[in-house]
């Protein structure tokens, strides 16, 4: 069974950075992207970035180009969003997903941008 | 980028009728998109994969279609576990998107 679990979420002021951590388990991890999407209070979901399984391709979502690095530790099956400069818009649910495509999704941890 | 648009926004349905959802995109896909269902306090689940390939363990009541531009999640009949957010998704270059989402309500 595949079990994606999200940490790292909270309360930040803006400016601040945070680190999210996803550790995964019940799957081949460093054969798959993992995906990173967010979710606004009341809002839609938003893709945000993803890795491939060896790490050698990034991608991420303009709004957060300079200001987040997605990464991954295979040997602990874990894949990580590094947070900085961080503004009020960037406040809501993180989920972390397997996949590129027909992705497999955490619970999710709220992140909060807030003076 | 790749802009997706999605209609109805809101779909309120009785139980026991089909529903469907339109995704449309600004350029073609191709066969890459998703459709998700986020329900009530859920974090979303995939329902379509590839366009047209229902995920395992998903009913076979939902149904995809389409390519191109123009795709549609039909659901032949409405049950009451159905209720939630409907979202597309585009895979077919980065930065990935979602439509804005329909929401399903029983009547």
């Known amino acids: 069974e595949v079990q994606l679990v999200e940490s790292g979420g909270g309360l930040v002021q803006p400016g601040g950075s945070l680190r999210l951590s996803c550790a995964a388990s019940?799957?081949?991890?460093?054969?798959?992207?993992m995906t990173w999407v967010r979710q606004a209070p009341g809002k839609g979901l938003e893709w945000v970035a993803n890795?491939?399984?060896?790490?050698?391709?990034?991608k991420y979502v303009d709004s957060v180009k300079g200001r987040f690095t997605i990464s991954r530790d295979n040997a602990k099956n874990s894949v990580y969003l590094q947070m900085n400069s961080l503004r009020a818009e960037d406040t809501g649910v993180y989920y972390c997903?397997?996949?590129?495509?027909?992705?497999?999704w955490g619970q999710g941890t709220l992140v909060n941008v807030s003076a | 980028d790749i802009v997706m648009t999605q209609s109805p926004l809101s779909l309120p349905v009785t139980p026991g009728e089909p529903a469907s959802i339109s995704c449309r995109s600004s350029?073609?896909?191709?066969?890459?998109l998703d459709w998700y269902l986020q329900k009530p306090g859920q974090s979303p689940q995939v329902l379509i994969r590839?366009?047209?390939n229902r995920a395992s363990g998903v009913p076979d009541r939902f149904s995809g279609s389409g390519s191109g531009t123009d795709f549609t999640l039909k659901i032949s009949r409405v049950e009451a576990e159905d209720v939630g957010v409907y979202y597309c998704?585009?895979?077919?270059?980065?930065?990935?998107?979602f439509g804005q989402g329909t929401r399903l309500g029983i009547k």
């Open positions: 998704m585009q895979t077919l270059q980065a930065p990935y998107s």
């Open positions: 019940g799957f081949t991890f460093n054969s798959y992207w």
């Open positions: 350029q073609s896909l191709v066969k890459y």
């Open positions: 997903a397997r996949g590129e495509w027909d992705l497999d």
């Open positions: 890795i491939k399984g060896d790490g050698s391709e990034k």
């Open positions: 590839l366009g047209s």
